[in-house]
């Protein structure tokens, strides 16, 4: 019998070993061959994190780089979806011209290091253009300064044109000086991959919230913020506040926060120099645990405890320090301590970025609840109300934690994968859960799934609807009670287990039943799984045609008659279920290739309007918008009635 011991045995391997083995790989070349660790992973586009989106990032920083260092008041960008190709101009000082061609094609290059140049930038590693040009098929830098301009062009990071510095024969304006990038992912890479518009949208106004009097243009549209954060939190909160939005800007700090009433933890868009940090870092935590105090102490209740003091927080934070030190080149969690970097002699007089954070929240939001009596009345009371929440709910969420240990120990509903999101593990991006209904749906991609990377939970019918139930009614629900359990979004999606939430159920009525209802619980109990862009639905093919020599899978009616025109002879399969796709054909549906739509929130989104207009109990009103907007569906095409 195998034994666990087995697996670190030395392994029998008849490659030899010798001066052959070692390999001497070009900047390029080691990007090109592993891309995870300057861009986190790959992708199809599919979801916010995907490789393509980074690509844009990282030539967007060293725009908002000059910007922050008073150089360039606009950025200009365009993207063309046929053609999946993106511009990126700045108005900044231009990359100097005799070492552009190096500066964007062999790493620990550029300017970033030098911190009197750049004293609070995101990019210091010299890693981002680089990544861009080694990762496109085709990338085109020009830069213009001083009256002249160079041009190059490469394809997959090799060289292939180079204009040389010549004369810019344009006036002497603003205008007349930048960087502009342009660059086509390379689908060798990326697949067969899609830029998705709101993505892309979502992270030019986070650059504009984070740098007040930027005129960023995306294809054609002005995007601008006079407010910073206080805008960002205001077109962004779900619900109305419980008081006004309070908004503190010290030097390197800006934050802006409130309380809304249905959120189950505190939820924050935080950011360090511009970069977003979705996974917080050292700069979230010293304000969470600095809030806190600074209430506790405002109403001197040392019984309160912090998880009723933040409960239903929303808050937008930046901050902005020299040389950051993040946990991975994504740069999405901050690892620094401290506001400066240690001195070359290794000893730091640079003050703690929590003592930081305190003593600006002691005097701001201290002074403020003095000032607004209402304010503060109405935080007091959200607290108490948070309290005796918990209390009421302790002893039924206790049971509830016993009965889904108990049952997790031979829980037959979720086959867990070994690599989660919450780890450090290289492979986090890829954790998946699949949910899907039934067993046969279950076995089938059971059978067919990465071990490593993607896990199954398995519905038992359809769950309960959830929109008029509360916080009580999910514990007592032994099904949603195992499946957030599964998830560990109880206290909040800081300990999420699985980086990607897929919704896996049949194409049929049945199916999208479940999958609104699915969507129902989340967005009720935990929308922030859904806003922080977790959820998506597994699309699986509906057709299989095929003859002896060639199969088509297809996702659409669209498709189908595509089909049939490239095959002779053909023979159609109707996939009513998943339990009927075999799990050998299941592997092309779930692997690094497979369609997932994103459940996207868009900012104007009324979450609570929508459930309980399509989820509520208003049968008759729902009844008639189905009729008006009813679609039929016949053998070679879709009628709009």
Known sequence: MATEDDNILPQNNSAEYNDESIIHLEDMEHIRLRPGMYIGKLGDGSSHDDGIYVLIKEVIDNAIDEFTSGFGKRIDMTINFAERKVSIRDYGRGIPLRMMVEAVSKLNTGAKYDSKVFQKSVGLNGVGTKAVNALSSWFKVQSFREGKTRVAEFAEGELVSDSGIIDFPQPDTPESTGTLVEFVPDPKLFGNYHFISEYVERRVWNYCYLNRGLSFYYNGKRYYSKNGLLDLLENNMEGEPLYPIIHIKDEDFEAAFTHVNGQNSDYYYSFVNGQHTTEGGTHQSAFREGYARVVKDFYNKKEFVPEDIRQGLVCAL????????????????????????????????????????????????????????????????????????????????????????????????????????????????????????????????????????????????????SVNLGKVDVYKNEEFNLLHNALDIDDGIENLRYNNVVIATDADVDGMHIRLLLLTFFLKFYPELVRTGHVYILQTPLFRVRNKQKTIYCYSDEERIEALNAISNPEITRFKGLGEISPDEFKGFINQDMRLDPVILHKDFDTKSVLLFYMGKNSIERRQFIMQNLRVEDDESIVVA
């Not at 003592?355 to 503060?376: C, E, F, G, P, Q």
């Not at 120990?409 to 998946?432: A, G, I, P």
């Open 318 to 465: 930046c901050v902005r320090i020299q040389e950051p030190v993040f946990e991975a080149q994504t740069k999405t969690k901050l690892g620094s301590t401290h506001l400066a970097p240690n001195n070359k002699d290794g000893s730091n007089d640079s003050p703690f970025l929590k003592t930081y954070v305190l003593d600006i929240l002691k005097r701001h939001l201290d002074n403020y609840l003095h000032m607004h009596s209402d304010t503060a009345e109405a935080l007091l009371e959200k607290i108490q109300r948070n309290e005796k929440e918990r209390k009421d709910i302790a002893g039924i969420k206790k049971i509830a934690k016993e009965s889904s240990r108990k049952a997790s120990l031979n829980n037959s509903k979720l086959r867990d994968c070994h690599v989660h999101y919450n780890t450090n593990h290289e492979r986090r991006l890829e954790s998946t859960i699949f949910i899907t209904e039934g067993l046969s749906a279950s076995g089938s991609i059971t059978k067919s799934r990465d071990v490593d990377t993607q896990a199954v939970f398995s519905l038992r019918g359809k769950p309960l609807n």
